[in-house]
């Protein structure tokens, strides 16, 4: 995937993206299995709500700079999840 085409589809989602669409998707992650330390990684999410499992990890990284706004909103709406940082 170019970044142009990155970038596209990174738009796209932060356009899509409801709290409701971030539930399913966390959920459906949950169901495949918890990351290691518990719960469901950043950047899985972000390669998930790409559509891409396969995305290398800097540009999983880079969308996942852009994203992170849109997604803590996302995710401030529902009282059942909330938005870790690591170390």
Same mark, same amino acid.
């Given at each position: 995937?170019?970044?142009?085409? $990155?970038?596209?589809?990174?738009?796209?989602?932060?356009?899509?993206?409801?709290?409701? $669409?971030?539930?399913?998707?966390?959920?459906?992650?949950?169901?495949?299995?918890?990351?290691?330390?518990?719960?469901?990684?950043?950047?899985?999410?972000?390669?998930?709500?790409?559509?891409?499992?396969? $995305?290398?990890?800097?540009?999983?990284?880079?969308?996942?700079?852009? $994203?992170?706004?849109?997604?803590?909103?996302?995710?401030?709406?529902?009282?059942?999840?909330?938005?870790?940082?690591?170390?």
């Amino acid at each position: 995937m170019t970044y142009k085409d $990155l970038r596209q589809k990174v738009e796209e989602v932060k356009s899509q993206l409801t709290p409701r $669409l971030m539930e399913e998707a966390v959920r459906t992650l949950l169901r495949q299995g918890e990351d290691p330390g518990g719960g469901i990684a950043a950047l899985r999410l972000v390669k998930h709500l790409l559509g891409d499992p396969g $995305l290398r990890d800097i540009e999983t990284v880079w969308a996942y700079e852009r $994203l992170k706004p849109t997604l803590r909103m996302a995710l401030e709406q529902i009282p059942t999840l909330y938005f870790m940082e690591g170390e």
